[in-house]
């Protein structure tokens, strides 16, 4: 976006309120201002009892997700029913797209080609670190990816017929490879989607629960939802070195941020990399769990909850000789919905602290700050 446009004020506060929450968590871990000595673990939910007739059931994983929530942001689930080869055999193609197809046909997909940050993305397109972005001492990100978003096909539900882009406009903008060039990969892709697409909007009745809502609340704001897919890939490290919090690394998969949906639902393969800030903004592994899937708060949800919930800021060091692909899903309500502060999250202490916001408005303009072209 050139630097004579005139930013709404949605824009202007993706922008600026983000990148200073992210600042200042960072800042708080250097000065260790914050630190105590209480160890931070990782909460792991079993959901089961969630797909319960129970509501009492219900309820109780909701509380444990409420827990998770006010305290990281961040937490391991189990029991979500997805089974394990159709989450292996998308890690699988992950691979297959990345390493196979080649340089001419990732180019010919290029993100710079989408409005909507679709396709493949080399390691130095975005800097999911807006502040990183021409920084000298930023470690240049070492990260492939590809990313595609909702279309009624991929919904099990088959949609309401109305999804329009983060922009508001009625188009499909994903771009997929051709089936000679990557056989099965629309296929997988979709095997993959359609179940966690039905998990996060279960997965928002427990939040809704959770905030102490109508179970309810949000499913009619989940009719064509933005749901922003993204094969991730990140290479073997060079010079592998230890998580050390006093120092700052030369190699980085992916820079220090938060998400910008609702909430994100992850799967990563088995090489270790993904780090996360804990509440005393330590920087702390996150291994992944067999069988699991890590949940994270992300910023829409934190600003619709009023601060309420919290958004995990994390980043990716791949610190060993393995490579590492993850397939994260970063989950919003309708871009075309409108919300303002949600009437659990008000009380005399904490007032809505934000005006009304339209989804797509503001999770656009998060993208467009990760890189220098938009
Ligand atoms: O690869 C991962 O484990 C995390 C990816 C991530 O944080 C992101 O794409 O926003
Ligand atoms: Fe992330």
Redesign the pocket.
């Given at each position: 976006m050139a630097t004579t446009t005139a930013y709404t004020a949605t824009q202007n506060e993706a922008r600026q309120a983000a990148q200073s929450y992210l600042d200042q968590r960072l800042a708080n871990g250097l000065t260790g201002r914050t630190s105590t000595a209480q160890p931070f673990t990782i909460p792991l939910i079993d959901i089961s009892p969630s797909f319960s007739p129970s509501l009492s059931a219900r309820k109780a994983v909701a509380l444990q997700i409420r827990a998770a929530c006010t305290n990281s942001g961040f937490f391991h689930i189990t029991g979500h029913g997805i089974p394990e080869e159709v989450r292996q055999e998308i890690l699988t193609m992950a691979k297959r797209f990345f390493k196979t197809l080649p340089l001419e046909k990732k180019q010919a997909l290029h993100a710079r080609h989408s409005p909507y940050f679709r396709g493949w993305e080399d390691s130095e397109y975005t800097y999911?670190n807006p502040g990183d972005i021409g920084a000298d001492d930023a470690p240049a990100e070492t990260?492939e990816?590809f990313n595609w978003g909702y279309e009624a096909g991929l919904d099990p539900t088959g949609g309401d017929g109305q999804y329009v882009e983060l922009d508001g406009k009625v188009v499909n903008g994903n771009q997929w490879p051709s089936e000679d060039d990557v056989p099965g990969f629309y296929e997988t892709i979709k095997r993959y989607y359609g179940p966690v697409l039905e998990l996060a909007r279960h997965l928002s009745r427990l939040f809704a629960l959770s905030l102490e809502l109508d179970e309810h609340y949000f499913d009619e704001m989940l009719t064509h939802p933005g749901g922003f897919g993204?094969l991730?890939y990140?290479p073997a490290a060079k010079n592998p070195q230890p998580l050390d919090p006093e120092v700052k690394d030369k190699e980085i998969?992916?820079g220090a941020?938060s998400?910008y949906d609702c909430f994100?639902i992850?799967l990563?393969s088995a090489a270790p990399?993904?780090e996360i800030l804990s509440p005393e903004d330590r920087w702390v592994p996150a291994p992944a769990v067999e069988g699991s899937f890590i949940i994270n708060v992300a910023d829409f949800l934190m600003r619709w909850t009023n601060g309420v919930y919290k958004s995990t800021v994390?980043r990716?060091v791949n610190r060993t000789r393995d490579e590492?692909y993850?397939v994260?899903f970063?989950f919003s309500i309708n871009y075309d919905q409108t919300v303002e502060t949600l009437p659990s999250c008000i009380t005399p202490d904490n007032p809505s602290r934000y005006p009304p916001v339209k989804a797509g408005e503001y999770i656009l303009e998060r993208l467009r700050a990760t890189t220098k072209d938009t």
């Amino acid at each position: 976006m050139a630097t004579t446009t005139a930013y709404t004020a949605t824009q202007n506060e993706a922008r600026q309120a983000a990148q200073s929450y992210l600042d200042q968590r960072l800042a708080n871990g250097l000065t260790g201002r914050t630190s105590t000595a209480q160890p931070f673990t990782i909460p792991l939910i079993d959901i089961s009892p969630s797909f319960s007739p129970s509501l009492s059931a219900r309820k109780a994983v909701a509380l444990q997700i409420r827990a998770a929530c006010t305290n990281s942001g961040f937490f391991h689930i189990t029991g979500h029913g997805i089974p394990e080869e159709v989450r292996q055999e998308i890690l699988t193609m992950a691979k297959r797209f990345f390493k196979t197809l080649p340089l001419e046909k990732k180019q010919a997909l290029h993100a710079r080609h989408s409005p909507y940050f679709r396709g493949w993305e080399d390691s130095e397109y975005t800097y999911v670190n807006p502040g990183d972005i021409g920084a000298d001492d930023a470690p240049a990100e070492t990260k492939e990816g590809f990313n595609w978003g909702y279309e009624a096909g991929l919904d099990p539900t088959g949609g309401d017929g109305q999804y329009v882009e983060l922009d508001g406009k009625v188009v499909n903008g994903n771009q997929w490879p051709s089936e000679d060039d990557v056989p099965g990969f629309y296929e997988t892709i979709k095997r993959y989607y359609g179940p966690v697409l039905e998990l996060a909007r279960h997965l928002s009745r427990l939040f809704a629960l959770s905030l102490e809502l109508d179970e309810h609340y949000f499913d009619e704001m989940l009719t064509h939802p933005g749901g922003f897919g993204r094969l991730m890939y990140y290479p073997a490290a060079k010079n592998p070195q230890p998580l050390d919090p006093e120092v700052k690394d030369k190699e980085i998969g992916l820079g220090a941020h938060s998400d910008y949906d609702c909430f994100t639902i992850l799967l990563c393969s088995a090489a270790p990399g993904l780090e996360i800030l804990s509440p005393e903004d330590r920087w702390v592994p996150a291994p992944a769990v067999e069988g699991s899937f890590i949940i994270n708060v992300a910023d829409f949800l934190m600003r619709w909850t009023n601060g309420v919930y919290k958004s995990t800021v994390h980043r990716v060091v791949n610190r060993t000789r393995d490579e590492r692909y993850s397939v994260p899903f970063f989950f919003s309500i309708n871009y075309d919905q409108t919300v303002e502060t949600l009437p659990s999250c008000i009380t005399p202490d904490n007032p809505s602290r934000y005006p009304p916001v339209k989804a797509g408005e503001y999770i656009l303009e998060r993208l467009r700050a990760t890189t220098k072209d938009t």
